[in-house]
């Protein structure tokens, strides 16, 4: 599963109103990878807790007030439309009644089904040591990440490109994805097809919402080239699941007051943002900051964050250990039982100081 979010929402009040994003979500919480994927486990031991401890609501209860009055109310979403959102969340989700967003690049349309972020990460191992996209070149280190002449990782220095140059990269790119061969390599680049989309949209439980055409950092694009990212993400949507789509998650998390005005111009009602990203730090009604999460915490330590909101471990005292294996042991057994007794104060402590 891809880019999860938690939006979060405490009572009426406004200061609650923070989101928590979980990365993506894979069979084993295999971070070799990358680090963006949680396991499905955890993801289930996550909603287990959420369940337990606030109330999971949709996103358009979020925005109209719909909210529990006596608890933690979180929402949840997902960005990028990976496919093991389909697979492996939708089920989960529908076995615990928690509604959920989805965040969709419609890709699919444009006949592609890789992000350009995954195709570069998984080709590269496959492909020279130096790459021509455009007239820009890429050359690997030593540990075969590519970088720009200017001294960037190919990855900064894209993000900063418009639709034209993304379509140059793919046609750079795609001859070296011998990744997309690779069954096990698929929960980690494939993206939802139209019908899981419209499929997923069919459920009452979830909402489909934006998340760009071509997954561009809108604050390096054009005004022109934005409000094209913002429609024809939101028509090609529209169309394939017959409902309109009103909600925007920016890719990367990149907004500004320019992109926030386009935004708004292109019928969004609202727009979400990835809380460490606050390029331009809006407090709008209509912009709503979201946390992350972290592949290496456990479930119940990651639900504390939430609590929290923020991403501040509770376990901050250094200990001198004789070996790694007990190192690691210890500070679990402390992390489990610390926390566990956080978690539960924390919690109440929240709900006591809200009334
Ligand atoms: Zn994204």
Known sequence: MAC????????????????????????????SVNTKFIGVKKFEEEIQLLKKFTRIISLNDY???????????????????????????????????????????PLWHQEK????????????PYAPTCITVGNE????????????????????HITKQNRIFIEKLYDAFL?????????SMAPYWKLMSATQVKQLSQNSLFT??????????LTFLSNEEVTDELTSSKQTLESVIEKKVFFFAAPFGGYDERTVHLTRQANYSHQLFAQLDVAG?????DIIHR?????????????????????????????????????????????????????????????????
Request: aromatic share 16%; net charge positive; charged share 20%.
């Open 208 to 217: 489909i919402g934006s998340h760009g055409y071509t997954h561009t950092h």
């Open 63 to 105: 925005v109209n007030d719909h909210v529990d009055d006596t608890k933690l109310n979180v929402a949840i979403t997902f960005d990028d439309g990976f496919e093991n959102n389909f697979s492996l969340a939708k089920p989960l989700l529908e076995k615990y009644e928690a509604p959920a967003t989805f965040f969709i690049c």
């Open 137 to 156: 070149e890429y050359k690997k280190d030593r540990w075969g990440r590519y970088f720009h002449s200017s001294g960037e990782p190919i990855n900064k």
């Open 281 to 285: 730090n809006i407090k709008a009604n």
């Open 4 to 31: 999860i979010t938690l939006i979060i929402r405490h009572f009426k009040k406004r200061s609650w109103e923070n989101c928590y994003r979980l990365s993506w979500v894979d069979f084993k919480n295999d971070t």
């Open 113 to 124: 089904n890789v992000l350009w972020p995954d195709l570069i990460d998984h080709a590269s």
């Open 291 to 355: 946390f992350s999460t972290n592949p290496y915490l456990s479930a119940y330590n990651q639900v504390l964050f939430i609590a929290n909101k923020n991403f501040e471990l509770p376990l901050r005292t250094s200990f001198r250990f004789q070996s790694a294996s007990s190192t690691v042991a210890l500070l679990q057994s402390l992390q489990k039982a610390i926390a566990g007794f956080l978690f539960r104060f924390q919690i109440q402590h929240c709900a006591s100081n809200q009334k």
């Open 175 to 183: 001859p070296y994805a011998h990744f997309m061969k690779i069954k």
